[in-house]
């Protein structure tokens, strides 16, 4: 069974303080993502990465980076927390290349964090 | 930003109504996906439309590209309490990245 997790359910931090996200998916998939989701905005995109140590912008990458050091494992990083970075955080792995695969995107439960 | 739009962004309706959201889009889309998140939970997919003026049935969904595929559609005959959630389209990139709509919020009133 497919499966995507992420390494905290709830997070608290403060401002200032690194952050780190952590995801890991057991299918073998290429393609890793990274949302954040606000009421009324859906699911924005804010890193993405088709494969191991590559990486791509999404449509909000500002205040955030990330690392795919190994294929199965997709990590975003805070730099330095702010409170407009309080959210939810889901993470998303997908299979499909040139093209070919279904790119279904599974998700995982998400990280609820809060910085204060 | 999101290059497709939703509508409505919320929809409410009495059990056994039925329920339709839009996706649309400005330029033509290779493909378009739908999404199911339930209240707590995570997105979970729904189906993969590809073709100009595909439809697609499960069940009491029926999901549709449009001729122009720049929109699309999915309706809900007969809603059912298990049907609340919020739904999302969504396309996918030349580079493999996805893009969202803002979703479509339905509850059902028994």
């Known amino acids: 069974d497919v499966k995507v997790t992420q390494s905290s359910r709830y997070l608290v931090k403060r401002t200032g303080e690194k952050v780190f996200l952590e995801c890991v998916q057991d299918?073998?998939?290429?393609?890793m993502f990274w949302y954040r989701q606000d009421p009324g905005l859906g699911l924005r995109l804010i890193y993405f990465?088709?494969?191991?140590?590559?990486?791509e912008k999404g449509d909000i990458p500002e205040g955030y980076s990330v690392s795919r050091e190994k294929k199965e494992r997709f990590s975003l990083i805070l730099e330095s927390a702010s409170t407009n970075q309080t959210s939810m955080y889901l993470c998303?792995?997908?299979?499909?290349?040139?093209?070919?695969?279904?790119?279904?995107?599974?998700f995982g439960p998400g990280t609820r964090l809060t910085v204060t | 930003g999101q290059q497709v739009m939703q509508i409505p962004q919320y929809q409410h309706v009495q059990e056994g109504e039925d329920f339709t959201t839009y996706c649309n889009s400005s330029?033509?889309?290779?493909?378009i996906q739908w999404y199911k998140q339930r209240p707590g939970g995570h997105p979970v997919f729904l189906i993969q439309?590809?073709?100009?003026?595909e439809v697609k049935k499960q069940k009491r969904l029926t999901f549709q590209f449009g001729e122009a595929k720049k929109n699309s559609s999915l309706h809900i005959t007969a809603t059912q309490t298990t049907d609340v959630g919020t739904y999302f389209c969504a396309r996918r990139g030349y580079a493999n990245d996805m893009r969202f709509g803002a979703g479509t919020r339905l509850t059902v009133k028994p």
């Open positions: 998303a792995s997908s299979f499909g290349r040139l093209g070919l695969g279904s790119y279904e995107q599974y």
């Open positions: 330029t033509t889309l290779s493909n």
């Open positions: 439309l590809v073709k100009s003026g």
């Open positions: 990465s088709y494969d191991v140590k590559m990486k």
């Open positions: 299918m073998d998939h290429e393609n």
